[in-house]
T-cell receptor, first 114, second 113 residues
Framework: GNSVTQMEGPVTLSEEAFLTINCTYT??????LFWYVQYPGEGLQLLLK?????DKGSNKGFEATYRKETTSFHLEKGSVQVSDSAVYFC?????????????FGKGTMLLVSP | SAVISQKPSRDICQRGTSLTIQCQVD?????MFWYRQQPGQSLTLIAT?????????ESGFVIDKFPISRPNLTFSTLTVSNMSPEDSSIYLC??????????FGSGTRLTVV
């Protein structure tokens, strides 16, 4: 079945540091890949997505590239801010009984200090 | 994106009781999804609700415990029945639209005491 593996957190960084959160996946077919963000006390928000190999998703300074050869979708940001502190979930969409559903990784908490 | 209104946003319930969570979407959607997020954990799909048919439950979830209604293309409910402290979680509904992809409600934070 489909699965997503993320690096464990928390990831603790100082403001303006470089961020990488690793994500690898196992899936049949050609899934779409997503990063979602969950700020404290809130629901999930889509951060970025990529629908095919070599696509790069980007939003709010975050980027991730769909690497089929390494089955990875690592999240990066060049300079993090305190406001980026949140839990980040990698996910893929795959076929399940004739329709697509999301499979999530366990989430990685990011803590950014001033 | 599609706008999802989910309520209640939080509740504290006594064990043995039931809670019904409502999810309203601002557009017609075929599939609605219900997820559970246990404390410190990722999201786990409970079931998929297709209007006009029985919900499809994932392994480990049963209709008696989590009955779902889907009376029309914009609305669904999830009931958490005969609750125990282990049911304390965040419950989220989600929809998929062609235009916006997957969108999530803000979640219902349930505490069972």
């Amino acid at each position: 079945g489909n699965s997503v593996t993320q690096m464990e957190g928390p990831v603790t960084l100082s403001e303006e540091a470089f961020l990488t959160i690793n994500c690898t996946y196992t899936a049949t077919g050609y899934p779409s890949l997503f990063w979602y963000v969950q700020y404290p006390g809130e629901g999930l928000q889509l951060l970025l997505k990529a629908t095919k190999a070599d696509d790069k998703g980007s939003n709010k300074g975050f980027e991730a590239t769909y690497r089929k050869e390494t089955t990875s979708f690592h999240l990066e940001k060049g300079s993090v801010q305190v406001s980026d502190s949140a839990v980040y979930f990698c996910a893929l969409s795959g076929e399940n009984s004739g329709y697509s559903t999301l499979t999530f990784g366990k989430g990685t908490m990011l803590l950014v200090s001033p | 994106s599609a706008v999802i209104s989910q309520k209640p946003s939080r509740d504290i319930c006594q064990r043995g009781t039931s809670l019904t969570i409502q999810c309203q979407v601002d557009s017609q959607v075929t599939m609605m999804f219900w997820y559970r997020q246990q404390p410190g954990q990722s999201l786990t799909l409970i079931a998929t609700a297709n209007q006009g048919s029985e919900a499809t439950y994932e392994s480990g979830f049963v209709i008696d415990k989590f009955p779902i209604s889907r009376p029309n293309l914009t609305f669904s409910t999830l009931t958490v029945s005969n609750m125990s402290p282990e049911d304390s979680s965040i419950y989220l509904c989600s929809v998929e639209t062609t235009l916006y992809g997957y969108t999530f409600g803000s979640g219902t934070r349930l505490t069972v005491v």
